[in-house]
Structures are given as structure tokens and as C-alpha cells.
């Protein structure tokens, strides 16, 4: 297999924190397996002296521009400083925000950074990450009632990481280690409010990730049991079981991003009560 990757520049320029511009660029960057993006962020850029700057830099690695700059003088700027180099750029933003303009019949108010107001949604997100991290492997079991989700899982199946991407959504996220021969808290089968979803991999996938972990202290385990195979089988077998029993929801994360592994628990919150 011939892994050899072309390089290219991918400049994003923000006025914001470009979180949704990083995600785009990625986005299509991945559909390019022989590229591999050489990514320069540009965030908070809201006047031409930090513009100059930035044009600057493209003109000594040239590549693709990506840009969410609302102030219209700011952009025609890009347009025609990249124009210039001889670079491509493109308004990420600017489509969706014309498209929304004329079946709204209303002009936008070219706002930088509208979408971090501290409003209510902000601030239960941040009681949702409060909430989270409380709740993270197993903690507090006593509050489970007031969890949105309880994940569930054996050792290394992404729990608290998807709990914490799960929180930055507003969604308040627990989660359990499921290890055979120790019951799960008795809170968690008397909860009637949490959707509780089991994480799993495929016992491969786990050792693979356990044997690049430092094994510390976890609980229930010793030595080569930890990484070994067939004992992790074992394992995924019982919280299968644990699942049937309960009528739990079960997600293989083997071949899923984090993100791909919350929009599918995401998909079954028509489920919360």
C-alpha cells in the first residue's frame, strides 16, 4: 500500500474562535486521503492590521483560504489580497448566510461571534460539563436520576470522552465502568429519568487501546487480564447480557469518531422522558 501523503497549505481565517471553520475545512480536507492538510489557524481577527498580518503569512506558504469574516470590508480585503497572491478563498459562511437571508426576506446583522452569546443555552452547558465531570467513572452514583444519559461500558470504550463531547451539547452525562463480578449502583436500576446506552469495541480493539494505557489503579483488574484477549471477551459478553437484561441500548465504537458515537446516543433521546 503506498501511504505517501501530498502536502498543502489550508489557511483559516476567523473572527471568531473557528471552531466551526476548523470543522469544515476537516471536513472536506478528509475526503482527500492522498492530502494531508498543513492547517494554520487565524482566530479573533476583526480589523485590517490583523488581517494585514494574516495576508501576509499566506503570501509566504500560499495554499487554500478558508474564511467566516461577517465585516464585509474585512472580506473584500481577502477576496482581493488572495486574488492578488494567486490563492483560491472562499466565505464559508456567506452562502448559508444569503441563503437564510432571502427565505427569511431580512438582512443579517453581520454579528462576529454571534453564535458564543452567554445566553441560557450557554450556561446549561456549562451545568451539563459541571454535572459531567462529577459524574465521571461511576462518582456520585446518587444523583443518577438527574442525568440526561448514563453511559455504560467496560474499561476503554470511550466513556469519558463522549460523556464530555455530550456535555459541551447540553446534555448532562454520566457514566459507569462495568466490571464483572461487581453489580452496578442499585441508583442506576431504580433511575427512571437517564437514557442509559452501553459503549463497546471489539475485544481487539480494546486490548489495542488498554495495552497503550498505564493500567494505575483500575478497579477489578490485575496484571495480563487487563489486555488479554479472551478475559475481554468474557467481559464484553457479560455487559451484552447486562443489556438484555435491562433493555439497554448497545453502540459499537470499534470503527465510530466520539463524534459519530454521540450523534448516534443523540438519535435515541426521543427516548428520555
Not at 82 to 101: A, M
Not at 104 to 116: E, F
Not at 250 to 271: F, G, M, Q
Request: charged share 20%.
Amino acid at each position: 500500500m503506498d501511504n505517501h501523503k501530498n502536502y498543502f497549505h489550508l489557511h483559516l481565517i476567523s473572527d471568531s474562535t473557528g471552531e466551526t471553520l476548523i470543522a469544515a475545512g476537516r471536513a472536506a480536507a478528509a475526503q482527500f486521503q492522498t492530502y494531508h492538510a498543513l492547517e494554520h489557524v487565524y482566530p479573533l481577527i476583526r480589523n485590517r492590521k490583523q488581517l494585514m498580518q494574516v495576508l501576509e503569512s499566506i503570501d509566504t506558504a500560499p495554499g487554500i483560504v478558508l474564511y467566516t469574516i461577517v465585516d464585509r470590508e474585512l472580506s473584500d480585503i481577502i477576496n482581493a489580497q488572495c486574488q492578488q497572491i494567486g490563492v483560491p478563498c472562499v466565505s464559508v459562511l456567506e452562502p448559508i448566510i444569503d441563503l437564510f437571508q432571502t427565505y427569511l426576506g431580512t438582512s443579517s446583522r453581520r454579528r462576529s461571534g454571534a453564535q458564543h452569546v452567554m445566553d441560557a443555552d450557554y450556561f446549561a452547558r456549562i451545568d451539563a460539563l459541571n454535572f459531567t465531570m462529577d459524574h465521571d467513572d461511576g462518582q456520585l452514583p446518587a444523583d443518577f436520576n438527574d442525568a440526561d444519559v448514563v453511559l455504560i461500558g467496560i474499561s476503554r470504550t470511550s466513556k469519558t470522552p463522549t460523556s464530555i463531547y455530550l456535555a459541551n451539547r447540553g446534555i448532562r452525562t454520566a457514566n459507569i465502568p462495568i466490571v464483572p463480578g461487581l453489580p452496578l449502583p442499585e441508583r442506576l436500576l431504580e433511575a427512571t429519568k437517564p437514557l442509559v446506552v452501553c459503549l463497546i469495541a471489539t475485544a481487539d480493539r480494546v486490548s489495542q487501546v488498554r495495552e497503550h494505557r498505564v493500567l494505575g489503579t483500575t478497579q477489578g483488574f490485575h496484571g495480563q487480564d487487563y489486555t488479554d484477549r479472551a478475559a475481554i471477551a468474557e467481559e464484553l459478553k457479560y455487559a451484552r447480557a447486562l443489556c438484555a437484561r435491562n433493555n439497554w441500548p448497545i453502540i459499537d465504537v470499534t470503527r465510530r469518531s466520539i463524534e459519530e458515537t454521540a450523534a448516534a446516543i443523540v438519535a435515541l433521546r426521543p427516548r428520555l422522558r
